[in-house]
């Protein structure tokens, strides 16, 4: 069973940064994709950042220069570096892994960002 630690959410001013941590256990994370998506009230859960067990990044366009992933497979850890953050990105954020395109995400509990002034 998956289990997951996420941490670094908060209230933070418009122009400041976050970063966003999510520790796995249970899997061989290496093997694993991994990555965050938001869901801001009213809406749909939407990607913000994924990144491949080999290391191939993707981000959404309303993140791209602003967010960066990583990954640590040594501490079984995926993080999410937000920068210039804006009203827009609150939402409350949820990590994922996934063993293959074709199987279900597992999904973290969730953290919260509140971009406010």
């Known amino acids: 069973q998956v289990q997951f630690v996420e941490s670094g959410g908060g209230l933070v001013q418009p122009g400041g940064s976050l970063r966003l941590s999510c520790a796995a256990s249970?899997?061989?994370?290496?093997?694993?994709?991994t990555g965050w998506y938001r869901q801001a009230p009213g809406s749909q859960r939407e990607l913000v950042a994924e990144?491949?067990?080999?290391?191939?990044?993707n981000y959404a366009d309303s993140v791209k220069g602003r967010f960066t992933i990583s990954r640590d497979n040594a501490k079984n850890t995926v993080n999410l570096q937000m920068n210039s953050l804006k009203p827009e990105d609150t939402a409350v954020y949820y990590c994922?892994?996934?063993?293959?395109?074709?199987?279900?995400?597992?999904w973290g509990q969730g953290t919260q960002v509140t971009v406010s002034s």
């Open positions: 994922y892994v996934r063993r293959y395109s074709n199987y279900p995400r597992i």
């Open positions: 249970g899997i061989t994370f290496s093997l694993f994709a």
């Open positions: 990144i491949s067990s080999g290391g191939s990044t």
